[in-house]
């Protein structure tokens, strides 16, 4: 999974006032210093998908877009809406989930 699997953590907001406000938290309460790189993600969905084969192949074929998040579940980052739409049309039996509460089956 690209740089996600190497211990690289993403944090997801809107607004640069988030950032700003995890990033003196962060430094005021745990005398932490942290660096915010911005990433080209336009859009995250939950993966699901119950072919065990065919989702080793999406993860082979989908490497660079995808991460786990902080339960280990399988997250597809989209850099555009446009990609999420052409990878749903090319796997159609992936369930891409809006929220990780949507894998409860």
Request: contains cysteine; negative net charge; glycine residues 4%.
């Amino acid at each position: 999974m690209g740089a996600w699997a190497a211990g690289i953590a993403a944090l997801g907001a809107i607004g640069q006032l988030q950032f700003e406000v995890v990033a003196f938290r962060l430094q005021d309460e745990y005398n932490v210093q942290c660096v915010f790189e911005p990433i080209n993600v336009a859009v995250a969905r939950w993966v699901r998908l119950a072919d065990p084969k065919r989702l080793a192949e999406f993860r082979d074929k989908a490497y660079d877009n995808l991460a786990l998040d902080h339960a280990g579940e399988l997250v597809y980052l989209a850099p555009t809406r446009v990609n999420l739409q052409l990878t749903e049309e090319r796997w159609p039996e992936i369930v891409f989930a809006k929220t990780r509460e949507n894998l409860a089956a």
